[in-house]
Structures are given as structure tokens and as C-alpha cells.
């Protein structure tokens, strides 16, 4: 059982999207009680990325993390169409990761 | 956390704009930002490469665009476009679906973690439909401001 969950969120420039949608994260991490550290990127480093166990994305990209952490597409919470469905979706991997890690 | 809003003039606020393509309603705000000063040249050009790579359209109830970057920003800006035909943008989600922009938001950032609360502003006026609709009917370029000035209060200056 992991007691941390560390998330990159990434989008094209590493700016607006991620800056927003990282805020959002945090925001249903907490009220879940669920420890975190989230960290940003842009979406060209996706593949490379290690230490994580989620990647979040807010554009496109068919990249797979090499490290083999899942990349979930998490515009929805910046432009808040499906933003309900990605958070269950996001909560239930999480929790999936921390009781096997 | 320190406060900064983003900086705007009414010459950077466009109605009835004629673009015909995502490249022109770029070329013709970010010119104007280069314009007032609060960008290098190397912005136009490093904007434009990032749209197609990774364009901005957004997937929303009204659609709209946001192009935006931080390379060649000297001063945080935002500059609005009404379109008078819409413009086709690519989906940020990457989806085949072109986004049909009626207005275009084009912002430069210069330090995203000190503008968080700007950002997050922002992207809530992204998701008002109600508020988009009014703001794409609007004709007049000073009425235009006054509107977005109402909505995102501080969080723009005006210049």
C-alpha cells in the first residue's frame, strides 16, 4: 500500500493548462485525503518521464510513458466538459495504484 | 503568492474581425503585442510553431481558442478577437473534430506558477456559455472590454 500518489501533469507549453488542471488535482486529492505530489511537464517529455505513477495530459498526444505510468487525458477539468466523469475515473486509478503499490 | 493581472489595451481588443485562418487571427494579435511592447518578435513566430504542434481550440459548449506561450514574453498580456466568420482551429484534446472559433483569446504568460489565480480565472470564463454567447455578439471593441473588464475584474489592466 503506497500512502503518496505522485502525478506530472503535462500539456503543449507547460503553462496555462497544466497550471489550471494541477490545481483542480489538488483540489479533489485533498478532499479525498489523499496524499500527493504533482509535478508539471510538457507533453514532448511524456515518454520520458520517471518516478511517477500517473501522467495527466491536457492535449493531444499518442505518446506511452517508457516507465510505463498511465496517461490519462485530463482536459475535462480545464474546460469542464466531462469534468465529473474524469474525476471518478482519475479517483478510481488512483486508488487502484496506491492498494498494489 | 504574489498577484499579477494580465495587461490590456483596447487596441488589443478586436470585433468584426475578418481572419479567414487560426495562423491569421495569431499573427494579427500577437502583432499588436509586439506593437504596445510586450513581446519580442520571436513570440509570433514561437506561437504560431506551438499551435501546430499542440493547437488551443477548446472542446466547450461555445467554442473558442486560446493560443498562447511564454517564449519572447516580456510583459503578461491578453488580447481578445470577435470573429466575423468563425475560424478553424484544431482540437486541444487532439480529436479529428475541428473547433469552430468565434472568439480567440491570445494570451502571453510570462511566469505561469506566480499567475495561477489569473489562469484558473480565466479558464471559469471559458467554461460560461452564457457569458461567451454575449461576449461574441458584441460589435463594438470598448464594449467588448467593458464586458471582459466585468468579468474577470483585476485580473486585467487596462492600459
Known amino acids: ?101 | 503568492m504574489s498577484f499579477t493581472g494580465l495587461v490590456t489595451s483596447p487596441s488589443m481588443i478586436l470585433t468584426d474581425c475578418e481572419a479567414k485562418s487560426d495562423v491569421e487571427v495569431i499573427k494579427l494579435l500577437s502583432g499588436l503585442a509586439l506593437e504596445q511592447g510586450y513581446v519580442e518578435e520571436i513570440f509570433i513566430e514561437k506561437i504560431i510553431e506551438r499551435e501546430k504542434a499542440y493547437p488551443t481550440g477548446l472542446p466547450t459548449e461555445v467554442q473558442i481558442a486560446i493560443p498562447h506561450v511564454h517564449d519572447g514574453c516580456k510583459k503578461s498580456f491578453f488580447s481578445a478577437a470577435v470573429l466575423k466568420e468563425p475560424v478553424k482551429f484544431g482540437s486541444m484534446d487532439g480529436s479529428d473534430d475541428p473547433i469552430m472559433a468565434n472568439i480567440v483569446f491570445l494570451f502571453g504568460i510570462t511566469d505561469p506558477s506566480h499567475q495561477v489565480k489569473v489562469l484558473r480565472k480565466f479558464s471559469e470564463v471559458f467554461q460560461d456559455a452564457d457569458l461567451l454567447r454575449d461576449l461574441i455578439s458584441t460589435r463594438d471593441n470598448k464594449e467588448l472590454l467593458t464586458k471582459l473588464k466585468g468579468a474577470l475584474g483585476d485580473y486585467i489592466i487596462i492600459q
Not at chain 1, 493531444?60 to 505510468?69: H, Q, V
Not at chain 1, 469534468?83 to 471518478?88: D, S
Open chain 1, 1 to 101: 500500500m503506497k500512502n503518496k500518489i505522485n502525478i506530472a501533469v503535462a500539456c503543449g507549453g507547460g503553462i496555462f493548462t497544466t497550471t489550471v488542471v494541477t490545481e483542480k488535482l489538488e483540489e479533489i486529492l485533498r478532499k479525498n485525503n489523499i496524499k500527493y505530489s504533482i509535478s508539471p511537464h510538457k507533453i514532448t517529455e511524456v515518454p520520458n518521464i520517471t518516478g511517477v505513477d500517473i501522467i495527466v495530459v491536457t492535449g493531444k498526444t499518442s505518446e506511452k510513458n517508457k516507465a510505463g505510468a498511465p496517461v490519462m487525458l485530463g482536459l475535462p477539468l480545464f474546460t469542464g466538459v466531462g469534468a465529473e466523469e474524469f474525476t471518478k475515473q482519475f479517483l478510481e486509478k488512483v486508488r487502484e495504484i496506491m492498494n498494489n503499490g
